[in-house]
């Protein structure tokens, strides 16, 4: 019966909290999509983007994880480019802005640093440091998934036959909130 109201309880909690999803404590995972292209007509391009990510909320508002990049782009008879990544991630979420223009919405920026690449089939391959940054919009549909838009400037200094890629991005993605356990302890202490 404890666990029945605890679950309602918390259910409750999340689905009507005020700013709950970034607070201190709470953990934000999902993925972003960019350049998703299907060439219909010859020469059939086919390319992909996707960049699973983690953070903690070290303190409301700002998150702390990591960011996984992997990107394929190939054409029929032309081979396959790869690009690949694995980075620290920083997000900060404004306290206000995108709320006066639309509720339940927030401004954030994110910055990332780690290790990248960029191979192209036909040469001229960078491999190295690599960073981005960008500013981003989440609109929280629910109180723990946010749908979310974010331009990024993409950098990698480094090795290869060339020393410096670089691009900018858009991408659309998705996060999931979800409570650290220091809140779901404090919300069982309030159940007792």
Known sequence: MKKLIFTIFFGSVMAFGANAQIQKGNVMIGANLSDIKFGLDKPNVFTFNVSPKAAWFVQDGLAIGGEVNL??????????????????????YGETGANEIVKSSRFFGEATVGVQGYNPSGGGSTNG???SFGPGFTYFVTQTI???ALLKYNGVVGFGTSAYA???????????????????RKVERDMR
């Open 71 to 92: 990107g394929i782009a190939t054409q029929k008879g032309s081979g396959t480019d790869f690009n690949y990544g694995v980075s620290a991630l920083g997000r900060y």
């Open 129 to 131: 440091l690599g960073f």
């Open 146 to 148: 946010g749908l979310e």
């Open 166 to 184: 670089h691009n900018l991005g858009i991408g659309v993605g998705f996060q999931i909130y979800l409570p650290g356990k220091s809140t779901a």
